[in-house]
Each structure stands twice: as C-alpha cells, then as structure tokens.
C-alpha cells in the first residue's frame, strides 16, 4: 500500500473556482506559529485540569488557525484532541447540554477534522461518543453545516 490515501487526496486545490480568498476567512488566527499554538495548548491543559471543558472549547474557537500552515493546524488539533481525551465518558452528555449550538457546530467541525489525523485514529471511538451525544441533543445540523461550510481546518 503506498504511503498516501487516495481517498485522502484534496481535489479541490487545484480547482480556482473552489479557493477561498484569505480575505474571506472568518476571524482566526492565520500567522500563528506552532509555539503559538504550543502555548495555547498549555492554556488548554490548564482549563481541561480545572474540568472547565465549556470554556476550553470556547479558547480553542477563539485562537482557531484558519488559513494558516498545516503544521500550525496539527499543532492546534492535538492541543484541541486532548480536550476531547480528557473527559470521561459519563461527563459527556453533561458537557454537551451546557454548549450553546454555536460552540457545538465547531466542535462537530473538531471531530470530523480529527477523525482523518492519524494521531487521533486510535481514538476515533471516543470521537464518535461525543457526536453521537451532540447529534442527540441538537439534532443532524451540526453535521450539514460541516458539510457545507468552505472554511476547514
């Protein structure tokens, strides 16, 4: 097997019709720098120790890399992976019901972009308890506003 998916393979980079301008890029974070998102993820750690999940998910919105470089991206999604990885499972549904749906169709978006990192692939599991527990409470719009949303991590 080759070292590259081919069902991995973004088509649409070499359509110009499907690029996005950096102008049109909602608020983010498109110059940070991998230390940047290393110190975020050390915020992170912070918020996720004093069980504050709510308020971590609400910083990683914040501070999101949009259009920047994919090792900024990575860096960014392991620090946002282990929010993810540090609950337990019983907390979930609780965690889930005091999201208001804005934050919860980001993180619909978090998940669907971890499921195709390999450093989340073990996990992937625990991934689909959290959007099972969020397609519970709010429904499959989180899921269709991934789909068509042009803006991806």
Request: proline residues 3%; hydrophobic residues 40%; aromatic residues 10%.
């Amino acid at each position: 097997m080759s070292l590259e998916d081919w069902r991995r393979i973004d088509i649409d980079q070499y359509d110009a019709d499907a690029q996005y301008v950096a102008d049109e890029l909602p608020e983010g974070n498109s110059t940070a720098t991998v230390s940047d998102m290393q110190a975020l993820s050390t915020k992170l750690r912070g918020l996720i120790q004093r069980m504050d999940i709510g308020e971590a998910f609400k910083t990683s919105i914040e501070f999101a890399p949009y259009g920047a470089g994919e090792d900024v991206c990575d860096a960014f999604l392991r620090g946002v992976f282990e929010i993810f990885t540090n609950v337990k499972m019983n907390d979930i549904p609780n965690i889930v019901t005091s999201l208001d749906l804005d934050v919860l169709d980001v993180v619909v978006k978090y998940i669907y972009t971890l499921m195709g990192k390999e450093f989340a692939l073990k996990q992937s599991g625990l991934l689909l308890v959290w959007l099972d527990r969020i397609v519970d409470k709010v429904g499959e719009g989180p899921i269709i506003r991934y789909l068509s949303d042009p803006y991806k991590l």
